[in-house]
Structures are given as structure tokens and as C-alpha cells.
């Protein structure tokens, strides 16, 4: 066994042997002693204990105590009605408080009483009470805080479990203390009743057996009570107040001490006030001046010495920022930062910084969170986070969208202007700076705040700079999104799938297709900005033709069709007539012909002449649409749909390519043109 151990259970069982054993009054001495000194020694623990559970055996400990106190209430009584003398500290403490006087050691000890039950039990239990309950009802919701923190990777797992495991320490101390204060107002109860049958006991023995006059056996079993119950109430009130101050404890991970005096002390406003009050009592009131004015001059002399200690403080925290600055600046550079690649990145000039700072009324930030919401909404992936940058390289009004590190567009705005669009219908026009819109390439105007109300009643479309930028990062991400996609993100769309329909995923993954193969489905569907949202459809139809083809190609063309209602609704307003172009049924067979299957892939073998004829035609055709103000949609057999748009996707980036499957019963289109060589 441990030395520990064996102490503790010594400790126990000598509690159980004074409540058998008649004890010589020398021991009795030498163990209230011991147990006074254990009283402190629990007193300033609890005091320097940073958070409660440093004390968490703190229940147990008050349990223990309890009977080793109340052992020595029985050790003592015993000697004192036996024998007359239960020792030197039993006696010293009942003559020497009350000052030899027996009126006054009764006062001073139902003083004592008086303090333990009323205030300090009391009030111990009721906080105890009340902390364990918050405490409990607190627990879900620190339980969800810490699931946020790890789903947004702001903590680990490791640190996720410390946290959870502190929680559900602290919730067991605060519930195992509401019990064990028990302990302590039994205690106090117990202590009280003692000290009653001692006094009676006493006067009888000294009466009855001793032969003695009424108040001298008065005079001599009191004062030994007194002395009895001063010993045994003064460890249980240390006892108590420490238990008061465990469970009254801030959470706050600091020292007991230096936080008092500087919540208190540490203002030094509030030190000249109660200075400067204390001296106006003693000059204008009868109190003593000089005792007044002597308080109040400390008072007054702390705060100026608390202000200056704040001073030097906030000098010493400048320099030493400074100095961290400047060693991070003087350390070796960490190259494996710079090998992290951000997968967004908007970068601007120094002049566009104000519309990213919140403090200077900037709301960048807050539409880049609404872009990361819409685009999910619209698209159902989750973008991933947008890193926004300031760059001195650039010019003070200019910034540049990069794709995982390699910039891929910019834009310039002017501050204090307003981009207006003229969307074909103005009635009058309006002065400005010539530009383009950055998103689409737009011709426009930069127009100055006093032309913006003149330039929207002529018809024409106005936005700010903020709107400009945020649009043109939206496009930026929507274009790039399929590519932005990883299996990481698949993986998490899987997860939350799972959660609904575990028998279809776990048919999927991985026993039809791999995840990368799942993945190139999803990237081919975001790359024509095809919505991913219903996975659950998607992966039903990967789930039934999975089995007879795995070219990722084709299965997306499977795909595609069971989301005929959303591409519909996407390219086909209802209750209206849509014009598309269609392809020649001759070039359709020429296309199909020029297809070459490989391990690899299947790809087109057109010669590239007549490639140049078809895109000849398809721009002649869809330039049709354009002037009707439509968009530029080509209509094909399903078959030929994705070879294609393979074939002019390189020409033309905005075409969109729809089979006739894909395509509801009740949608009515028109044909204005037909692709032919």
C-alpha cells in the first residue's frame, strides 16, 4: 500500500476508536491540535485553489473531517463527565476566551453558533444548492458549444475530450457538494446538542457523584463545555467557510488572492472617491479627524500608486508586442506555412481595406458569408472559406480573385462612385466614367452620388462597390466551384446522407463506386451548374446504373435525366415559350461516328475543319437567341448531349447543352435555328 493510503486510513480509523476507546487526556490534546491545524490546512487550499476542481475529493474530505470532529466531541465528553479533565486544550480554551469569566465564554460561544448556522451554513448550502442545479442545466448547452468548436476545427479531438471530461467532473462536484454541506449543518447541529448534554451531564456528575455545591459544579463543567465546544465549533466554522468559498469560487483560472485585492484595490478612480469621502467625514462630522484624514490620505495615495502601476504596465505590454514582433520578424521563416495553398483567395489594395473593416462601417466580410450561404443554397456544396487579404502591390483601388494561389480574374472600383449598367431599355443617359463590369464584361458607367438617383429613373441598373466585388466573386466561385470540390467535401456530403439513408450509401460506397469516382459525377454536374442539393436522387440513380457502367461520363448523362424537373426549372420558365437551336440529325450520326472508346475514356476524333464549320454554325445560330434576349440553349438527342458540350466548351463558355430527356412533358419550346455543317 502507499504511505498515502495508510495515513487516510488511520485517519479513519481513529475516528472509530475514540468513539470506543476512552482516550488519556494527553492524546486527546495532541489530536484536537492535529485537527485545528488540518481546519487551516483545508481553509487555505480552498482560498489558492485556482478553479474547484483542484479540490474535487473536497466532498469526501468534508465527510471524513466530520467524523474524526465528532469522534473527538464523544473523546472529550467522555472525559469530561468521567474524570472532570478532557486536558490542557480543552481547558485553555474554555478559561482563557471567556477571560476567566463565565458569562463571557458563554456569550462569545453562542456567538460562535450563532455565525456558523445563520451565515455561514446557511448561505453555503443555499449557493451550493443553486450552483449544482446551473451547473446541470448548463450542461447541454457547454456539450454543444464544444461539438461547434470541433466541428469548425477550432479545437481537437484530444482537447474535445479534456473539455467534456471537465464538464462532467464539474457537474459531479457540484452535485456531490450539495450533499456534503449536509454534512457540515449535521455537524454544527450535532456539536450543539453535545454542548447541551455536557452542561446537564456535567452539573449532575459534579452534584451527584462529586459531591459538589450547584454553581461550583456550574462554575467547572460549564467552562469545560465552553472549552469542549470552542475546540471542536472553531475547526467545523474554518471548515464551513472553506466550503463557502469553494462553492461561491469564480471559474476564472487565477489566484484567490491577487484577484480580490485587484477587483477591489484596482480601480484608482474609486480610491480617490472613498478617499476623498472618508476625509470629508472627518472634517464635517464629530468623527476623529485625524484617524479619517490619515485613512482617507491612504486611500487616496493607493489609487495614485495603482494608476501608476497601470501605466507602467500598459508601456511594458506595448514593448513587449513590439519585441514579439520584431523576434517573429528576426526567426528563421516556417517554410511549411507556405506550403498551404487557401483554395479563395481576394486580395485588394490598401484603398479598399475600409470596405473589409467593420469598424469603419465595412461589410465585406458579412457579404462573403451571405456568398457562402446563396452559393450553398443554390448549388448544395458548402464553399470553402474565403481568405480575404490586403496587398500594398497592388494598386489602392484594384483587387484580384486567385484560385488555389494562381489568380484567375480582377477588377478596379472608384470609392465615392457608383457603377451604372445600362440594361438596354434607358431613356435618357447619363454622364460618366466608361468601364466594364467585371463579372460579365459589361459595358458601363462610373457615376458619382449625385447622379445616382437620375441615372435610376432613366432606367439604368446602379450598384455600389461592395455589390460589384461580391458579385464578381460569386461568379468566380460558381464558375470554379466543380474544381474547388474534394473528396474531403464528398465525404462530408456522404456523412450527412448517411444520417437519413445509411442502406443506400452503404450500397453505393464503396461496393459500386469509389468516392473519387462519386466525386467526378458531382464535378461534372457543378461544372454545368447542375445543383448537387438532392443528393438523395443523384445517388439513387448512381445506386441503379452503377452496376452496368462505371465511366463517370455516362452515369452523369443517368444523372442528369432524374434531375430533369430542376434542369427545367433552371433553364425553362414555365407557362412561356423557350427558344433553343437544335443540331442538324446528320451531324448528330457525324459526331457519334468520330467517338473512340478507351480505358481512359471516350473522346472525339472530328476532323478539325468541320470542328471549325460546326462552331462556325453554332455561333451563327446562337447569336439568333442573343439578339431575342435569350439564353443561348442548344437542344440534342441524350446520346450526343455530353460529346458536344465536350466539343464547344472550349469555344463557347456559357452554352448550354440540354438532351431531350432532360427536358419535362409540359415544357414548350421553339426552335429558331438548327447546327449543321
Not at 449544482?132 to 481537437?156: S, Y
Not at 484595490?265 to 484624514?293: D, E, K, Q, W
Request: a negative charge; charged letters at 20%; hydrophobic letters at 45%.
Amino acid at each position: 500500500m502507499k504511505k498515502a493510503d495508510i495515513g487516510i486510513a488511520l485517519y479513519i480509523l481513529a475516528a472509530f476508536v475514540m468513539l470506543i476507546v476512552p482516550l488519556p487526556s494527553w492524546l486527546l490534546d495532541v489530536l484536537m491540535t492535529f485537527n485545528i491545524a488540518l481546519s487551516f490546512i483545508i481553509l487555505f487550499a480552498c482560498m489558492f485553489a485556482k478553479e474547484v476542481l483542484e479540490m474535487s475529493y473536497f466532498p469526501t474530505i468534508l465527510l471524513f473531517t466530520t467524523i474524526f470532529r465528532i469522534a473527538l466531541n464523544v473523546s472529550s465528553t467522555r472525559l469530561i463527565l468521567s474524570t472532570g479533565d478532557a486536558g490542557n486544550v480543552v481547558q485553555t480554551f474554555g478559561s482563557f476566551v471567556g477571560g476567566g469569566s463565565l458569562v463571557i465564554g458563554v456569550v462569545i460561544f453562542i456567538i460562535l453558533i450563532i455565525i456558523q448556522f445563520v451565515v455561514i451554513n446557511k448561505g453555503s448550502e443555499r449557493v451550493a444548492e443553486v450552483t449544482a442545479r446551473f451547473t446541470l442545466d448548463a450542461m447541454p448547452g457547454k456539450q454543444m458549444a464544444i461539438d461547434a468548436d470541433l466541428n469548425t476545427g477550432a479545437i481537437t479531438d484530444e482537447e474535445a475530450k479534456e473539455r467534456r471530461d471537465k464538464i462532467q467532473h464539474e457537474a459531479s462536484f457540484f452535485g456531490s457538494m450539495d450533499g456534503a454541506v449536509k454534512y457540515v449543518k449535521g455537524d454544527a447541529n450535532a456539536g450543539l446538542i453535545i454542548t447541551g448534554v455536557n452542561v446537564v451531564g456535567g452539573i449532575l456528575t459534579g452534584m451527584l457523584m462529586q459531591n459538589m455545591e450547584i454553581m461550583e459544579a456550574i462554575n467547572k463543567y460549564v467552562i469545560l463545555t465552553i472549552g469542549d465546544g470552542l475546540v471542536s465549533q472553531i475547526p467545523s466554522l474554518l471548515i464551513s467557510l472553506s466550503t463557502g468559498i469553494l462553492v461561491t469560487k469564480g471559474s476564472k483560472d487565477s489566484d484567490f488572492g491577487p484577484e480580490i485585492i485587484k477587483q477591489l484595490f484596482g480601480v484608482p478612480r474609486v480610491m480617490y472617491i472613498v478617499g476623498g469621502t472618508v476625509i470629508a467625514l472627518g472634517v464635517l462630522t464629530p468623527l476623529n479627524l485625524f484617524l479619517y484624514a490619515a485613512f482617507g490620505a491612504v486611500f487616496i495615495i493607493t489609487g495614485r500608486m495603482v494608476a501608476s502601476n497601470l501605466e507602467k504596465h500598459k508601456i511594458v505590454s506595448e514593448v513587449d508586442q513590439d519585441e514579439v514582433a520584431a523576434s517573429e520578424t528576426r526567426q528563421p521563416e516556417n517554410v511549411n506555412s507556405l506550403l498551404q495553398v487557401d483554395p479563395i483567395e481576394l486580395e485588394f489594395g490598401y484603398g479598399i481595406i475600409q470596405l473589409a473593416d467593420v469598424n469603419q462601417g465595412g461589410d465585406l466580410l458579412d457579404r462573403v458569408v451571405m456568398i457562402r450561404r446563396q452559393v450553398a443554397l443554390e448549388l448544395g456544396t458548402v464553399v470553402p472559406i474565403i481568405r480575404l487579404r490586403d496587398n500594398i502591390q497592388l494598386n489602392p483601388n484594384q483587387y484580384i480573385i486567385k484560385i488555389k494561389g494562381i489568380q484567375v480574374s480582377e477588377g478596379e472600383i472608384l470609392f465615392d462612385h457608383y457603377m451604372a449598367m445600362n440594361p438596354g431599355f434607358v431613356v435618357e443617359e447619363v454622364a460618366g466614367i466608361p468601364t466594364f463590369e467585371p463579372s460579365f464584361h459589361l459595358p458601363a458607367l462610373w457615376i458619382t452620388e449625385g447622379q445616382r438617383e437620375r441615372a435610376e429613373a432613366a432606367g439604368y441598373t446602379v450598384v455600389d462597390p461592395p455589390s460589384i466585388i461580391a458579385t464578381h466573386l460569386t461568379e468566380i466561385i460558381r464558375h470554379h466551384l466543380a474544381e474547388l470540390l474534394t473528396r474531403q467535401d464528398v465525404q462530408r456530403l456522404v456523412d450527412n446522407l448517411r444520417e437519413s439513408n445509411p442502406v443506400l450509401v452503404d450500397e453505393l460506397i464503396p461496393k459500386l463506386l469509389g468516392l473519387g469516382e462519386v466525386q467526378k459525377v458531382l464535378q461534372n454536374l457543378l461544372r454545368e451548374g447542375i445543383s448537387i442539393r438532392d443528393l438523395l436522387t443523384i445517388f439513387e440513380t448512381l445506386a441503379d446504373y452503377a452496376p452496368t457502367t462505371r465511366d463517370s461520363d455516362i452515369l452523369t448523362e443517368y444523372v442528369r435525366q432524374s434531375l430533369k424537373r430542376a434542369i427545367s426549372g433552371k433553364y425553362f420558365p414555365p407557362n412561356e415559350t423557350t427558344s433553343v437551336v437544335t443540331l442538324d440529325p446528320k451531324l448528330e450520326q457525324d459526331i457519334m461516328a468520330s467517338v473512340k472508346h478507351t480505358e481512359q475514356g471516350a473522346y472525339l476524333t472530328l476532323d478539325p475543319e468541320k470542328t471549325k464549320k460546326i462552331m462556325k454554325s453554332v455561333e451563327t445560330e446562337t447569336e439568333k437567341l442573343e439578339r431575342l434576349g435569350k439564353n443561348p440553349i442548344v437542344l440534342t438527342s441524350p446520346i450526343v448531349r455530353m460529346y458536344f458540350k465536350k466539343l464547344s466548351e472550349d469555344y463557347f463558355k456559357d452554352l448550354i447543352v440540354v438532351s431531350y430527356n432532360e427536358i419535362e412533358s409540359d415544357v414548350e419550346l421553339q426552335s429558331v435555328g438548327m447546327v449543321t455543317v
